[in-house]
């Protein structure tokens, strides 16, 4: 199993880090995540094997030799640059703080929104840490999620509804589904509000 974890740094399931527990997890590192290297991500391996792997084929597949250039296999050039890699080591030592800020943040949302019935802040389930990369808030209906979306925006606060469903795209059209009934019911709800460290 191949795990997205990409916006889950510093996230636990039942005390055991998000994105250790498929073969293979991927962590992103993309200017809006918890800690960015400006882009790129983080391949996290339970096999050495595998990740011998994908290393070689992220380096071209080249063989090592003093100085021919012979590729064994299709390779990739997917290594991230020195300069980002020492930008990631610096984001890296202050982990703790972003995660430590970012549950703050998302504290002061609960405690607001307790006042609003009619909203629901998502916090974290039983047995899970969030990082609370991104807050979020459950409205009653379609329409009071359009009001607010309209309201916070008109008056300068960013929020956005969740991405765009992909069966809603015209390119899947024509792609099977079976009706998305939860999937629907929370696109209709949900609203992202801001969650960067610096709120």
């Given amino acids: ?48 094997e595998l990740g011998k792997l994908a290393k070689h084929l992220s380096t071209q597949a080249k063989v090592p030799h003093r100085w021919e250039f012979v590729h064994d296999n299709i390779g990739y050039n997917y ?16 982990l703790d703080n972003f995660l430590a800020n970012k549950r703050e943040t998302a504290e002061k949302y609960k405690t607001f929104f307790e006042s609003y019935p009619d909203i629901t802040f998502f916090t974290e389930p039983k047995n899970c840490r969030s990082n609370y990369w991104l807050n979020a808030i459950i409205m009653k209906d379609k329409e009071s999620q359009r009001e607010f979306l309209q309201y916070s925006n008109d008056n300068g606060v960013m929020t956005r509804p969740i991405w765009e469903l992909m069966s809603r795209l015209p390119m899947f059209n024509d792609c099977e589904n079976d009706g998305l009934a939860n999937t629907e019911w929370f696109a209709n709800r949900v609203i992202n509000i801001p969650s960067s460290i610096r709120i």
Avoid at 11 to 16: A, E, F, P
Avoid at 24 to 36: A, C, D, E, M, R
């Fill in 1 to 48: 199993m191949v795990e997205d974890a990409a916006e889950s740094i510093g996230s636990l399931y039942k005390g055991k880090h998000t994105g250790t527990f498929g073969k293979v997890g991927v962590l992103s590192f993309n200017g809006n995540k918890t800690i960015t290297t400006g882009g790129g991500g983080m391949l996290l391996f339970q096999n050495e």
């Fill in 79 to 94: 290594r991230m640059p020195n300069i980002n890699a020492a930008l990631g080591c610096a984001q890296m030592e202050q």
